[in-house]
């Protein structure tokens, strides 16, 4: 018997594992970058960021529940990455001025690919014919385009000065 081909409903599925591991390893993080930043903004941003990604994961396992699906990681290499470039960031610029540049540039990395993820999933949920899916990643494709640009806010009037 011939193996089904996998459709984008399927791949609609396999990316949300994704970003549900991925939004889970970055509240495991977040605390750890607010206990090493040392901007008073940077660690504010940070705690904001976790509360939002908490509402965020219980989106996302609305959305398992919109398609019938229980709410499932698929471990994301991509983030885990990202967050391992942090961790050595942490490490390597602990007590010096450019730790905070590094973290925020860390957390922007995480953001541009939760923006592409979100972005492609909401895209695919409409496809899919699940507009109120759709409508749920649209609102944490907003949050998380607003939390880059808070970041960079953050970078342009206050850490990348201190920085050099």
């Known amino acids: 018997m011939a193996k089904e081909p996998k459709k984008l409903d399927d791949l609609f599925l396999d990316t949300l594992k994704d970003i549900y591991f991925a939004e889970k390893k970055i509240l495991a993080t977040l605390p ?3 206990k090493a930043a040392q901007s008073p903004e940077l660690k504010k941003a940070f ?7 908490e509402g965020q994961v219980k ?8 398609i019938d699906k229980k709410p499932q990681a698929k471990k994301c290499d991509a983030i885990l990455g990202i967050a391992k470039e942090g961790e050595e960031i942490m490490r390597e610029f602990k007590g010096s001025p450019a730790l905070d540049a590094g973290l925020l540039s860390a957390a922007q990395a995480v953001e541009h690919y939760e923006i ?10 409409n496809d899919l ?4 899916a759709a409508r749920l990643l649209d609102a944490t494709l907003q949050e998380e385009k607003k939390t880059d640009a ?15």
């Not at 014919?129 to 109120?132: A, E, L, M, Q, S």
Request: hydrophobic share 40%; no cysteine; glycine share 8%.
């Open 32 to 34: 750890k970058m607010v």
């Open 47 to 53: 705690e904001k960021h976790r509360g939002e990604t």
């Open 59 to 66: 989106r996302l396992e609305q959305v398992f529940g919109i």
């Open 116 to 125: 592409s993820r979100y972005g492609t999933l909401k895209t695919w949920a």
């Open 129 to 132: 014919g699940h507009p109120d």
């Open 150 to 164: 808070a970041l960079t806010q953050i970078a342009e009037a206050v850490v990348n000065q201190e920085a050099a």
